[in-house]
Nanobody, 122 residues
Framework: QVQLVESGGGLVQFGGSLRLSCGAS????????MGWYRQAPGKQRELVAR???????NYADSVKGRFLISRDNAKNTVYLQMNSLKPEDTAVYYC????????????????WGQGTQVTVSS
């Protein structure tokens, strides 16, 4: 089993910053891509940012220049530094990882964290 646990959400004022963390644990052979998604009330879940195992990143247009994704492969952890936050960034943020479990399988699987609430007040 593989678990993803997020932390770092909370309430912040317009223009403020937050840093989200997501650690993967369990029976892991290797982790490929990791990323952050978010879901606002009444909306579909959307990509925020992703990072490959070699550090290549991509971002949603709405967060480019404000958010920075990074990862520590030794700790199986991905981070999301969020700056210049806006009320429209309010959502539940979910961590995602493409993991090859250490169970003899050669295929990777998608895993999700439980989500962490980010609320930006105006």
């Amino acid at each position: 089993q593989v678990q993803l646990v997020e932390s770092g959400g909370g309430l912040v004022q317009f223009g403020g910053s937050l840093r989200l963390s997501c650690g993967a644990s369990g029976s892991i052979f290797t982790i490929y891509g990791m990323g952050w998604y978010r879901q606002a009330p009444g909306k579909q879940r959307e990509l925020v940012a992703r990072i490959t195992s070699s550090g290549i990143t991509n971002y949603a247009d709405s967060v480019k220049g404000r958010f920075l994704i990074s990862r520590d492969n030794a700790k199986n952890t991905v981070y999301l530094q969020m700056n210049s936050l806006k009320p429209e960034d309010t959502a539940v943020y979910y961590c995602n990882a493409d993991v090859r479990p250490n169970d003899g399988s050669t295929r990777s699987r998608d895993y999700w964290g439980q989500g962490t609430q980010v609320t930006v007040s105006s």
